[in-house]
């Protein structure tokens, strides 16, 4: 071959290369997940396991016997965790020394704390220098869910890289951290849930986090039937976190299904974007659905858009077994 020729393939190659090593997951995972073997699924989109590893407040200590030992500020819970099918690696007596025991009642999510004394009904946590609360809920979580900070520095650095003002809505928004991480990053943020409690939570929160000065807009409402009203009313964000639950209830009792309810919510949300849309995240907690319907869901939604969908696990990864315990379906869509 000419040396002129080979030169100029050598550097086609090089550049290929380049690509498929350099650009971000939505390109290389396409010809990397492609089935290999006899079985696997061509063409198949790759699921994302999302580790939210920056803690230093939080740890996943152990696992096993259906139970998981955390570390939450200054205290240590054992929790119910039904995914942990083996033996814990550390000695029941290390179990024993834990804070906080929760049992489970009939209901599925529901039931009690065991405390030692000396537990504080609620306690300060930090995550990358956002201060927050935390508290023992009657449904086994802190008020809080520590495989979201993946999404916080997601959603952080999508804000901070943008190059106008960003709008955020929070649907179904809870104690507010993600609201709290997109105003720090300098958005202005509207923080919606059916709950009075959960935005008194989050006022509380941001005034812990020292963001009193930030504009948040905080609306106690029905996530749907607001967003049905944003659409009409042509009102627009450029990025929209939803974290639904399986199973809610508006401010007026209207109910919420996830399985019946998300396409339509998402339809309203792709109405709801603006002409400068930066990005969407959908979460999704114990339903029986693989992160392949959560990621179709969203990727269907905004077709029209282009963009890149990636979807997956969240996980949160065990001190010294490195196991990782897959906790949430993940589906986002930026630009
Ligand atoms: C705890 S978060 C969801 C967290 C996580 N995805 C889960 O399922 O555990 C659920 C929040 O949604 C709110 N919520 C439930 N139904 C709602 C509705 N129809 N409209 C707005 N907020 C709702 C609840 O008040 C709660 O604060």
Not at 223 to 228: I, N, P, Q, V
Request: charged share 30%; with cysteine; net charge positive.
């Amino acid at each position: 071959m000419p040396e002129l020729r080979k030169t100029a393939l050598n550097s086609v190659v090089r550049l290929l290369y380049r690509r498929v090593m350099d650009e971000p997951a939505h390109f290389a995972d396409r010809p990397r997940n492609a089935g290999s073997g006899p079985g696997h699924a061509m063409n198949a989109p790759k699921i994302a396991l999302l580790d939210a590893g920056r803690w230093s407040d939080y740890a996943l200590l152990d696992t096993g016997n259906g139970k998981k030992l955390e570390k939450f500020g200054p205290y240590r819970f054992v929790r119910p965790e039904p995914q942990a099918l083996w033996t814990p690696r550390l000695d029941e007596r290390q179990w024993a020394q834990a804070d906080g025991v929760f049992v489970s009642g009939d209901d599925e999510d529901a039931g009690k704390w065991r405390l030692r004394d000396g537990v504080e009904e609620r306690w300060i946590m930090e995550y990358r220098g956002l201060r927050f609360w935390a508290h023992c809920t009657p449904f086994r979580h802190l008020g809080f869910f520590p495989e979201q900070a993946v999404q916080w520095d997601w959603i952080e650095d999508k804000i901070a890289g943008a190059r106008s003002p960003v709008r955020v809505i929070n649907l179904f928004g809870y104690t507010g951290v993600a609201s709290l991480i997109a105003a720090r990053a300098g958005a202005d943020v509207t923080h919606l849930d059916s709950s009075k409690k959960a935005l008194t939570y989050t006022r509380e929160n941001q005034e812990a986090a020292g963001l009193e000065g930030k504009t948040i807009r905080f609306i106690c409402d029905d996530a749907m039937k607001f967003m049905a009203r944003a659409a009409r009313r042509d009102q627009k964000y450029d990025a929209i976190i939803v974290d639904p639950p399986k199973f809610g209830r508006g401010a007026k009792g209207e109910v919420w299904k996830l399985f019946d309810d998300l396409p339509e919510l998402l339809k309203l949300c792709r109405e709801a974007l603006s002409d400068k849309p930066l990005f969407v995240v959908l979460t999704t907690y114990a339903i029986r659905a693989s992160s392949l319907a959560v990621r179709y869901a969203l990727e269907h939604a905004m077709s029209d858009l282009g963009g890149h969908v990636e979807g997956g696990e969240m996980v949160t990864r065990e001190a010294d077994t490195q196991r990782l315990l897959s906790l949430a379906h993940f589906s986002r869509w930026s630009r």
